[in-house]
């Protein structure tokens, strides 16, 4: 027997809504709470312990939803996780020092390949004139500019042209506070350090902390020792005290690339009339033209001049040097992430990886978690090599700016959405974008770390932050890539089954990442098939279907719809919240698209009692967790968050129509109708705020009321008791309103 179809709802009556008598504005939380925080995602009891009518007197248990608005927060989550998926300066002899006493530092000579490649391949930038000029005048020079602007080619190159032959590197970890004294023991104790030499230190490690007196002091040992110091800094490298400006010389402008790919191909094919030569050839000019454009530093363009002047005479392909540059590129990347030797500096790049853009303290705790299983017996001590006496681990040791520019990471001013709405944030991410994948590979693929990495990204899954369990599952997702049946019996098939739904989101948050791959897509399809079928195993099948609304509907989502519809039929309640999640994503990828197809289905699960529990809860899922910014002229407030089902109705007639036959079902027909007023207790909290909002709130419950006189009975008692005395957070506009249309 199916269940008596509701009045087609009567067009709503004509004229203006009422206006809502002027109060106090009102908080933006519900006056009835949807929910409290659930024990776990749908956790609602089986469908027998359903609420019954109110008017019955029978207080049974009810399921609870999420906190409003979550299925957004969840997409923000995941576009934010979707880019996861997607030459030598040092050479010859190496003198070690014991600088402060505490850690040997390394002064290297600086490779005679690169001194004659500066010397004769430089070109010279805007205003180098003007900046020679500068630095002549100083024994130590802090050169700042950018990643990228050859600010170690532009402090050789000053060296040279103060007669400077003979070049050091020092190692980024010396101690600059006790460079003087240093350079003082060499010049009474044999001098490894030659007079006249120039003394070259790029993003030293101890910059943060460098004070102007330490320079004095240097200055003086520099004098006796006839050498020069020149320091290369970053743009956000902030120096510690005023003294330190007199010091400080800032880069003007790299020169051309294209000048620079020019000048090195004169420089190795020994003129410029051999490099003219070869760019005058069509298929060169054509290489240089699509190429030039995706160098990014002088040391890329170096590198895109020494390819061209490598390849073969006879042809030049544009697919061979891309490659190349691709692989040296590589090649680059490996050698910074092997010098990362430091555990605390890889546990932080490891960290930032599986969570890039992600806020800055969110990446802290998780480097400090790794690190802890990485260096399990250095986690509170160390010991002095002065003493031999065990000491607290020093945690202010490197500052964050430091650490970013080792990490070559950067923090950016973003917003996050909480529960109780967006608030400012600080983001963290790798300035390169193809670093996290990279280094996931490098990792994964490198080291026999696997276990360990598994267990330490098990443990994050369990954060109560959802960007972050987002984020960590995504990283699964690529590790699968890399290793696919490893992920799935060492994690994936466990978490599938498992009765916590942050688990069973994981996975599915994880197959997004193979269900993308061509090479992985009919394993994750075949393997979501076997647990779609498991009619004994609920939260295989809730897997199942999230993994069909996250992953596998982006390929055929009519197929998915279609899966989605066959577990409706007398669903387990997990499967009915993963329901409703996957129409949420569907939802939130193409909204016109499938709001038609999905309220439709809804309507028609209603007149099916196989279907018609799944409808209830399916639908009160999507109305609480699907919001969507929309612009208001309300002041001091640039956007308001719509429920979206309402803001479709706004806007359409035929959803409109068919939103308002769902709601009239829902309110008349009794079950789960505790969670329906909560979710009407929402909408009205969000429109107390906003006059648009409250306007179209409005006309959907009057035409509700005049479609249904029960549901219109259940929205008067809802108003009346946004104005009660008992509420706390009063709704008195909405209340006002929803009277006033429905008498």
């Keep these: 027997m199916t269940t008596p179809q509701a009045p087609a709802p009567a067009p709503a009556p004509a004229g203006p809504v009422p206006a809502a008598p002027q109060a106090a504005p009102s908080s933006t939380a519900s006056s009835a709470p949807a929910s409290a925080e659930p024990a ?40 934010n996780a979707q880019h996861v998926i997607d030459g030598d300066v040092v050479g010859r002899d190496k003198f070690v020092f014991l600088v402060g006493g505490e850690k040997k530092a390394a002064i290297c000579r600086l490779s005679p390949l690169y001194y004659e490649r500066v010397q004769d391949a430089f070109v010279d930038p805007d205003g180098w004139d003007e900046l020679r000029e500068q630095f002549h005048k100083r024994r130590t020079v802090i050169l700042r500019g950018t990643p990228g602007q050859g600010r170690t080619a532009m402090a050789v190159r000053l060296l040279m042209s103060t007669s400077t032959e003979v070049m050091y590197d020092l190692d980024p970890r010396v101690d600059l506070n006790r460079l003087a004294e240093q350079l003082e023991q060499g010049q009474h104790g044999g001098g490894t350090v030659e007079r006249g030499a120039g003394l070259l230190l790029c993003q030293s490690g101890h910059m943060a902390a460098l004070h102007g007196r330490a320079l004095r002091d240097l200055d003086d040992a520099l004098i006796k020792a006839d050498a020069r110091l020149v320091l290369t800094v970053g743009p956000d490298m902030r120096l510690a005290d005023e003294e330190l400006i007199e010091y400080l010389v800032e880069l003007p402008s790299a020169p051309s690339y294209r000048r620079i790919v020019e000048r090195h191909l004169e420089w190795r094919l020994g003129g410029e009339r051999a490099a ?69 500096l890889r546990s932080f790049a490891i960290a930032l990886a599986a969570l890039d853009g992600l806020p800055y303290e969110d990446v802290a705790r998780a480097a ?55 608030v400012p944030s600080q983001a963290v991410a790798y300035k390169d974008r193809s670093y996290p994948r990279a280094i996931l590979s490098q990792v994964w693929q490198g080291y026999q770390i696997h276990d360990l990495l598994l267990a330490w990204l098990t443990e994050l899954v369990e954060e109560p932050s959802e960007p972050v369990v987002v984020q960590v599952a995504t990283t699964l997702g690529v590790l699968s890539t890399f290793s696919f049946h490893h992920l799935l019996t060492a994690v994936l098939l466990t978490w599938a089954g498992s009765e916590d739904p942050d688990k069973r989101e994981a996975v599915a948050y994880a197959l ?49 719809l279609a899966a989605l519809d066959r577990l409706a039929r007398d669903a387990d309640y997990k499967v009915e919240f993963a329901i409703g999640a996957g129409f949420i994503d569907l939802l939130m990828v193409d909204t016109t698209r499938f ?15 196989e279907r018609t529990d799944t409808a209830r809860l399916v639908f009160l899922i999507i109305a609480n967790d699907l919001m969507t910014d929309h612009a208001t002229t309300e002041p001091d407030t640039l956007s308001v968050d719509w429920p979206t089902l309402l803001g479709l109705a706004h806007n359409s007639p035929a959803l409109r129509d068919l939103l308002i036959r769902i709601w009239c079902r829902m309110l008349s027909e009794g079950s789960y109708l505790d969670l329906a007023e909560g979710v009407i207790d929402g909408w009205a909290s969000r429109a107390e705020g906003d006059r648009a909002l409250l306007e179209a709130f409005a006309r959907m419950v009057r035409a509700v009321g005049v479609a249904d006189p029960r549901a219109r009975s259940i929205l008067r008692r809802c108003a009346v008791r946004w104005c009660s005395d008992d509420n706390l957070l009063p709704l008195p506009k909405a209340a006002y309103t929803v009277e006033a249309v429905l008498t």
């Design 40 to 79: 776990e995602v749908g956790s609602k009891p089986p469908a027998s312990a359903q609420s019954s009518d109110p008017q019955s007197g029978d207080d049974q248990a009810s399921p609870t939803l999420d906190e409003p608005g979550q299925g957004a927060a969840r997409q923000e989550a995941l576009r």
């Design 276 to 344: 003219q030569e070869l760019l005058a050839r069509e298929e060169v000019r054509t290489v240089l033209d699509e190429l030039i454009d995706e160098v990014t530093s002088c040391e890329g363009a170096a590198l895109l001049a020494y390819i061209l002047s490598e390849e073969p005479g006879d042809t030049i392909s544009l697919a061979r040097v891309r490659e190349r540059m691709a692989r040296r590129s590589l090649d680059a990347f490996d050698t910074w992430f092997e010098d990362l030797r430091d555990v605390d």
């Design 368 to 422: 400090e978690k790794l690190r802890q299983r990485l260096a399990p017996t250095a986690q509170t001590l160390i010991v002095s090599p002065d003493s031999g006496q065990p000491v607290s681990r020093n945690r202010f040791r490197m500052p964050r700016r430091q650490l970013l520019e080792l990490l070559r990471a950067t923090v950016v001013d973003t917003e996050v959405r909480r529960p109780y709405g967006s």
């Design 512 to 560: 997004r990442v193979p269900a993308a791959d061509e090479r992985l897509r009919g394993s994750v399809t075949h393997l979501v098939n076997l647990w779609f079928g498991s009619a004994d195993t609920p939260a295989l099948q809730a897997t199942a279907a999230r993994v069909h609304g996250l992953a596998l509907a982006g390929a055929d989502p009519e197929a998915s």
């Design 595 to 609: 709001a038609p197809t999905i309220l439709s289905t809804l309507l028609r699960w209603f007149d099916d009692p």
